[in-house]
């Protein structure tokens, strides 16, 4: 079953030009398949044929999943949602991922099983990947995120909540080749190296979740200053947020570019502004009562050059 109905007319953008916003919406219909219709490229092929001529979602949530056939999902196919599968694994991803797609969001969410086994291995199908949801999941392994990030190389949004995540900074272990003449691995060859989880995100990542972990000080998360695009950071239900003085002021610091922290917008003080903006503004005093009342820095500067919005002002 889908909504809304294919006949309806709606006009949905194509998978290329498909943005966050475009799939936080209600617009694409959704396909929802069960377990048996899953276990092999026919019954998955059939079940997808109804849905070809424009975009849409694929929702096997809550099926019990294990494996996924391999098959050349659609250019249409812009979301798939595989959440709530207690089986699942991230190598039983390696056959639906194998091929490019149009995939631009992912749900992994509370899958207690996903990583167990082998990593996901090469994947071209999150090539064109935008958001990843891998929220609720408790014994992550960073080897096997560090490659999966390594492989989302346009990725903007990530949640990360209820990981049991104790620090961003983790081990990485490259294991080194067999000399020649070995029999077998030698461990002692393999170079163990602490690297920022999110490092191959840095410059495209702009929404994040890690909400509700066990993150208990800035040490933890330093490695989110690497982060240049970061808008939107949500940390709540973490101890850093209470043990930290001046909280917002620090992670303002740590991230100049962030709009939003814990759900709010950030605000601009009168203090804080270089001294230039903060003489135009006691100039005027319908922006002193702006800076007074405290806006969204965009809206400030949005503001200062009059160019600010009557919904904002009033």
Known sequence: RYLPDMGSGVSN???SEVSLEDIASDDFP???VESSQLTTSDGLSRALAPFLAKPFRLSAQDQDVETLPELDLPGVLVSLDLGSNNSLKFAALHGILSK?????ELCLANCPSLYEGSTLGAAPGLA????????FIVGVKPPMLL???AQTPVLQKLALESCEIK???VKNVEHKKRRKGEAFHNPEDDVAAEVFLLASLSSTLQQLNLGDNLLEDMESINGLSALTSLKDLNLR???LCNTTGNYRNVMVELVPTLEKLDGQGLKVASAALPADVKEAVEGNDGMSDLVSQGINQKDF?????GKTDSSVVG
């Open 301 to 305: 500067e949005a503001a200062l050059q």
């Open 100 to 104: 490019p797609s149009s995939l631009h």
């Open 128 to 135: 064109r990947l935008l958001s990843i949801d891998l929220s």
């Open 147 to 149: 490659a999966l990030f």
């Open 167 to 169: 620090s961003l900074m």
């Open 13 to 15: 953008p194509a998978p």
């Open 237 to 239: 239900e973490n101890d």
């Open 30 to 32: 959704v396909l929802e």
